[in-house]
Every structure is written in C-alpha cells, then in structure tokens.
C-alpha cells in the first residue's frame, strides 16, 4: 500500500491490497538521536517535525485492559503534542525519553544512512551489512498500522497480527507499549498531517470518531548497537541538538558571522513577530551582546523576569539569523515562549507589533536584570532643588533597581512637569523611557467615499468622496454627501452599511458620531422622495437559485398600498440602470454617451424615461425567472414556511405591510434564475468601493496629508490639559485637578525606538491614522528637544537603521520590516519569509509604524 496514496483512498474502504509501496512513496520509523544528529547534514531545507505523544487507547476511556488480552491487535492513541518547553521548528533539542522516534521519507532516511556510515560517531555494530541502498537490510522491516481519525486525540493506531507476522508484531509491541515509558514520534514525513486534513475535509465539523481504517505501511530502522550510539551520543555537546550553542564569544566579529539577511516563516498571523524580531536582531549592540556569553547576565530568580526563557529563546533565535546559512527560520520555540509568558500573544490572531516590542524589551530586561535584590527606594518631590540634581537622583534609583544591556542600550530619561490650576502647585518627575509614542498632528478632517444610487429608473450608482470632520456628527456626513451629489430639494437620503449583500445596518441617527464607521466599510445612500417621516420604505436584497446571495440592495419608497404586481413593478424600475445594451430595448432607447466598462463604478446606462414605463411589457421574460420572497430583516427567508414567505403575484396581498414592517422597513429576497443574469450588468450591481481605500505607495507623498516627524516630536512636548478620566491629585489642594502637563526630554539613549501612533481607539471603534510621515533618514537632531545636556560628548544626532511597517486597516493588515545593511550599505525589505532589495528612496512610507535609530557622530 503506497504510503502517499492511502490517505486519499481510504476515504472509500479499506484496501487488502499486497502492492507494496514505491521506494519514493515510503516512511521509515527510525531512533529520533540517530535522525537528528544528521539532520542538518543531510537537509537543504528546513523539515519542520510534528510531535505526537504515544498514549494507551485503553486509559482513555477510563477502562484498565490489556490490549491483548481482548484480541491480538495492539491499540495507542497518538495525541498532538504542545510542549512548549521542548518546542523547536526541527523538533525537540534534546529527547526527554531513548523512546523517541522520528518519522521520515524514504529520501531523508537514504541520506542519513549514508552520512552515518561514514560517521566516526557511528560504532561498527550499527553500520549496514550491505551496500544495497534500497532498505532490503535486515535491519528494517516493514510494519502495517490501521488508522483511524477521531476528534478528540487525533489519530488512533492499530497494529494487528493478521497484517503482520508474529516477529514484526513482537517487534511492534516492544517499540509502542505505552505503559512502561513514554513513547514520542516526531513526524518529518508530513504523512500524518495529510492522513488528518484528508479525513477532516471529508467528515463533518460534529463527528466524533471515524469507523473507516487507512491501512499505512512503516519501514521500521531498528538500527544494531543502538544502545551503544545513544549512550555515545548522550554526552555530545548540546550544540549537537541545537544550532544555539552558548559557549563564551569575546569581541564578536560582525563581518565574521552570516549576512543576517534571513527570513522568518509566517507560522499563522506572525508577521507582526517577525517584523519586531527582525528589527531588534538587527541592532547591533544586541547582536555583539547575545553572540557573548550572554547567559552568565540571566536572573532566574527575578521575580519580575521570566525564569531567563525569554532571554534564551530570543538568543537563540537572533544567532540563527545571523549563521551562514539563508534558510528561512521557522521560530516555533520563540513563539511557543512568548504565548506562555504573554498569553495575548498566543493562537493566530493579528496582533500590534509594538505591544509585541513593548512586552520584548521589558521581558528581556528583566530577565538579564543584573540586580538581585531590589532595594525600596521612595521617589521625592523636587520642591525647588535644580533639576539637574533631581534627575540624577531619579536616574540613581532607577539604576539601583534596574541593570542591563537593554537599560545601558535602549532607556532615556525624559522631564515631566504638572501644573495645578488652581494653586499653581508644580510637581517635576524625571522618568525613564523605553521608546517614545508620538502623537501625529493632524488636520482633523476624514475622506470618505459613499456609493448614491437613484430610484428615479434612469440614473446609475455614483461614488462620491467627500471630506469631514474627524470628530464629526453623521449629521456632518448628511450635509457634506447632500451638496456632493446636489440633493434636490424634494429627495432625502437614507444611508446604509452594505454587508455580505444585505443592510447591515441603517445609518440614520444624525447625532451619532463618524467614527462609528471604520475605513472598511462600505457605505450606499439611497436617494429617495422626500415624504412624511413615518412614510415605509421597501429594501430588495437578491439571490441566486442556490440561495446565495450578490449584489448591492436596492431601496425605494413605498406606497400607501402595496402588493405582489406592485412590488414587482418597484423592483425592475430599479433594475434599470443595470441593464446591459442591446438585452431589452432597441439600440435607440439607449444614449450614445453611455459607458459599458464594467470597471468603473461611474458607468450608467441612461435611458429615456419613456421607455420605462414599457420596460415590464419587453422584458416579461426577465420577471419569469424572478421569485420575490418575503424575509427577515437580515434577509433570511424561513426555509420551514418558505410556501408562506413567497409572495403571489397572480393574488395581490393586502396585508403585506400590516404584518412585514419592523422599523417601518419592508425586507423582500428576489431569487433570480441563471437566465435573467446574464441580461443585467452584475459586476456594477455588485461594484461597492471602501469608505477609505488606502493609497498605493507612489501615490501617498503627493495625495495624502503629511506631517514631519519634528511636528510630531513639537505635539509631543507641547502642554496640554489632562483628560477629565486622568486626573492628578495635587499635594497641596489635597484634591484631583485637571492639571496641565508637559514632557521634555532630558537623558537619550544609544537606541532609540520612535512608536508613531497611528491607531487610536475608544469605547465603541478602533482606526488607524493614515498620516504620511516625514522622517529623516541620516540625520535626526534633537538638539533643540533636550532641555539639558547631561553629557557634553553625548551626541544628539541619530540615523535610523530599522523600520517596523504596518499596510492595511485596524485589526488586520500586514507587517513587514525595512532594515540597513551596515556591512552592504543598502537597505533590505523583510517580508518574513522573503528578504529583497528596498531603494533608500523608497523606505519612506505612510507605512512606517515604529522607528529605530541609533546615536552616531555628526563629524562623521
């Protein structure tokens, strides 16, 4: 049975067939030691291994049986594992238990029985007998599994003797019985993986076990003089197991390690971690540090720390992208750390990378925090005394407490000062920094683009883009799209947020505020009769046959009295402006001026209004593939009174407003047949821009509002009142003040990280700023900034090195990461797993999420 094959077939029977597998087709079973020694040597890529933990079928169910003695079959599950303590892309570093196997292809096996066999490590009792390379040794065997698919713990093997002889079923149960010693299996075949995505694509998402059994063949490498090699290999040096090695490196040379240009794998919605990570493990100050002995700084028993985890798994992953190599990293390890220390972190949703860099940075302090014991010391109010000398005594204490390669490297000290205003009480502090979060000034105003579509059976749908305030009313937003599409006198708008082909929602409360409405939406005014405020409105949504739904929905006004024909009437007026040329009315009743670009959302066919009163006559053909249904709110037709919820059109209903009308809205689900499609435009019916759709980046210098990063670091230092939620207690009202406060910035760092704070949120919606920023490139001064000069040689010059960019909107979008190449002189784009030439012209971007400078001399 040919491994590859017997996932896909098994989904029908399962097979007796004695056709062995093809030698490209089979898996090995082989000791996990004698793999991973040859791992490295033997691989181009990088094979990412899948752990699984061997248990007794018997002990899940609760039940104390031995397997034989039911039968002659022996039963384990194999469960997924998620160590995190032992998580690493190519498996575990060093195996917990002799009883760890790995599961390989046939090339990988072929390729590491050859580097053993000229191996020094390898003792002549393991090597082969024979030079056949095609595993007919006597040292593999073949081995017949049953396997089967349950929800709940993965996979569930049988070995069975009428599939195997009695030797190789002796054998088996040797290597999998459960109930002496743990059993593991490392899965680099991919085998596994293919058997469980085949049979939970095939089984409903509610089942609980599957009855079918896939018949899968193992060759199993029992390897002679195991028991020598792996008490041989049980002392090797942990560089062995690991391409982390931490023996002691002084004065590292840069230029003698790799190009650092490694990529990161995406395991799931990462790239916020790769690009924080690709940043930092390209700061040259941490790339010198975590190549030294790095380890002799780790403070286990921090209780602020995480146990020196942190510490090694980002050491661990920096050297390993800076080897000689230019595999991508997967850094499973690293990850699995930082969802157990930072369980926001964990699973695969999006997430910010500087919360992640925050979080990293602090971590990785307080890890290496070299002191031990942190003394109380209680902070003081300057009452007068100069600031130079308060500063300094605010930076001792800090110091006293807190001593590391990311103190001594990223901290600076910046002056707060509170102001009451009532007494006039001024309260200075002198506080320490990791980063600096800049507000961006901006204009205050909002572009947003709005589809309005007519009732009038003539005009087509027209995007308008209008301007608003930030802060405004949908009050604002009525009265900007009105004069935008000259709103006649006699019409009013209704505006709706157009979801999934149906309203999710209508936009009719002028108080409320825009910024309700993100950039993703997508946003469709209905220009409609002017009429009382209680006068009912009829909302078409459509639908294929297959009960799908497409399409933009369509709004009228309704009448006083209504029924199916009406109803009818109502809708292929609205369809009009939709319909194709040439589909029901001669070439004369079209104007020669119209547009058939089914990529633009202007295009609208106009037709004289003399025609439309004809139109249902022409087009009788059309309404006969139309079924009109009636439905909920969110468009569902009940599908136990489907009968019911169909509309008549050969009975008119009088009763159809009296019981259909929540909110004063008349919902009706037009299901179209195959043939009526092709007779309309679709692709217009359906074309529904953002609210905001962001510029692609050649267009964003000249068209998007932009601001210099200078103007951001002014709003920074600026004073302000504080937020009535942010009130200070002053010492001398003895009450909470809305004080004014102001930041200066006092003591700079060797490296310092610039936060541009593009995402704002509040009680009920998230945005992002799109603000092109302006930032210098080799020469940041910040001369200007620093109210004192702590350090007379201290340079406040800066160029930057790294930029972590974030594209797209709020709560999705993607991160990548620009970094400078000293040893190059170039700049390079990483895009995690992919790593390319950026031109410095280039770099610039509205893009640009969170900065990385580094202190330099201006004379050079």
Same mark, same amino acid.
């Given at each position: ?8 077939? *098994? ?45 007794? *079928? ?195 040379? %840069? ?5 650092? %240009? ?76 930082? *969802? ?6 964990? /699973? ?30 209680? *902070? ?94 949908? /009050? ?184 259909? %009308? ?145 594209? /797209? ?52």
């Amino acid at each position: 049975m040919a491994t590859a094959a017997a996932a896909s077939a *098994a989904s029908d029977a399962v097979s007796t067939s004695d056709h062995s597998p093809s030698f490209d087709d089979r898996v090995y079973l082989v000791p996990y030691r004698w793999w991973r020694v040859a791992q490295e040597s033997v691989t181009e890529d990088v094979v990412q291994g899948v752990p699984y933990a061997a248990t007794s *079928a018997s002990s899940y169910y609760g039940i104390r049986i031995i397997n034989n003695l039911l039968g002659s079959d022996l039963v384990f599950h194999l469960r997924r594992s998620y160590d995190e303590t032992s998580q690493h892309e190519n498996g575990p570093e060093e195996p917990s238990s002799s009883r760890t196997y790995a599961l390989i292809r046939y090339d990988l096996w072929s390729r590491a029985l050859k580097w053993h066999d000229s191996s020094s490590l390898m003792p002549k009792s393991a090597k082969r007998n024979t030079a056949d390379e095609e595993g007919s040794s006597v040292d593999v065997y073949p081995l017949m599994l049953r396997v089967s698919v349950m929800q709940e713990i993965n996979m569930t093997i049988k070995i069975s003797k009428k599939d195997n002889t009695n030797e190789n079923y002796k054998r088996a149960n040797k290597i999998f019985a459960t109930d002496s010693e743990p059993v593991h299996i490392w899965d680099f075949s991919g085998q596994t993986n293919l058997i469980l995505m085949n049979e939970w694509n095939r089984l409903p998402s509610d089942y609980h076990q599957n009855d079918q059994e896939i018949l899968l063949e193992v060759q199993v490498y029992t390897m002679p003089g195991i028991e020598e090699y792996q008490s041989k290999t049980s002392s090797f040096p942990r560089g062995i197991f690991s391409r982390c090695e931490w023996d002691s490196i002084s004065d590292v040379d %840069l230029n003698s390690l790799g190009s650092g %240009l490694i990529g990161l794998e995406n395991l799931g919605n990462t790239c916020f971690m790769n690009s924080a990570v690709q940043c930092l493990a390209h700061t040259q100050r941490l790339v010198e540090y975590f190549h030294g002995d790095f380890t002799k700084d780790i403070n286990k028993n921090n209780p602020l720390g995480m146990k020196g985890e942190i510490a090694l798994a980002f050491g661990d992953l920096l050297r390993r992208l800076w080897r000689q190599d230019k595999r991508a990293v997967a850094p499973h390890r690293f990850k699995s750390k930082l *969802a157990h220390f930072a369980p926001q972190f964990s /699973g695969f949703n999006q997430h910010d990378s500087q919360e992640l860099l925050a979080f990293l940075l602090d971590g990785l302090h307080e890890d290496l925090n070299g002191v031990k014991s942190k003394p109380y010391l209680e *902070a003081k109010d300057s009452d007068g005394r100069p600031d130079a000398e308060v500063a300094d005594e605010y930076w001792g204490n800090h110091l006293a407490r807190n001593d590391s390669i990311i103190v001594d490297t990223c901290q600076g000290q910046y002056k707060s000062t509170l102001v009451c205003p009532e007494c006039n009480k001024v309260s200075t502090t002198f506080d320490p920094f990791m980063y600096l979060s800049l507000p961006l000034p901006c204009s205050g105003k909002r572009t947003m683009t709005v589809t309005v579509f007519s009732t009038d059976g003539i005009t087509g749908p027209l995007p308008c883009t209008i301007t608003v305030p930030k802060s405004g009313t949908f /009050g604002d937003f009525f009265q900007a799209l009105s004069a935008a599409c000259s709103l006649r006198d006699d019409e009013t708008l209704l505006v709706a947020e157009v979801f999934r082909s149906g309203i999710l929602r209508f936009l009719d409360e002028p108080s409320d505020l825009i910024s309700l409405v993100r950039d993703g939406d997508q946003l469709a005014a209905y220009r409609v009769p002017r009429g009382q405020e209680s006068s009912a409105v009829v909302v078409f949504m459509h639908q294929k046959v297959e009960n799908r739904g497409f399409g933009v929905p369509l709004v009228a006004k309704l009448p006083d009295k209504i029924d199916g024909p009406e109803l009818r009437r109502m809708y292929m007026k609205l369809l009009n402006p939709f319909l194709r040329k040439k589909s029901c009315f001669s070439t004369s009743s079209i104007s020669d001026d119209s547009q058939d670009d089914s990529n633009s959302t202007n295009s609208s066919t106009s037709i004289d209004s003399s025609d439309i009163s004809d139109s249902s006559d022409e087009c009788m053909n059309i309404e006969d593939n139309l079924t009109f249904f009636l439905a909920n709110e969110k468009g569902h037709i009940s599908q136990t009174e489907q009968s019911k919820s169909k509309i008549n059109m050969d009975q008119p209903s009088e009763a159809l407003l009296e019981t259909h %009308l929540p909110k004063n809205r008349l919902h009706v689900v037009v299901q179209w047949q195959v043939m009526g499609l092709a007779q309309y435009d679709m692709e217009l019916l359906s074309c529904l821009p953002e609210v905001y759709k962001e510029l692609p980046v050649h267009r964003r210098l000249k068209d998007q509002e932009s601001v210099t990063l200078y103007q951001c670091l002014d709003k920074f230092i600026n004073e302000e009142p504080l937020g009535p939620d942010d009130m200070w207690y002053c010492p001398s009202c003895k009450e909470h003040r809305q004080a004014s406060k102001k930041l200066d910035l006092w003591r700079l760092p060797e490296i310092l990280v610039i936060h541009l704070k593009r995402f704002s949120y509040n009680r009920y919606t998230k945005n992002k700023l799109e603000t092109y920023v302006d930032f210098p490139i080799c020469d940041l001064d910040l001369s200007k900034y620093i109210t004192h000069r702590v350090d007379d040689s201290a340079s406040t010059h800066y160029r930057l090195y790294a930029i972590s960019n974030h594209y /797209g909107h709020m709560g999705g979008g993607h991160y990548t990461a620009y970094v400078f190449h000293d040893r190059e002189k170039r700049w390079y784009d990483f895009d995690d797993r992919c790593v390319s030439v950026v031109q410095e012209d280039n770099i610039k971007t509205a893009a640009a999420y969170v900065l990385f400078y580094r202190r330099v001399d201006p004379t050079d």
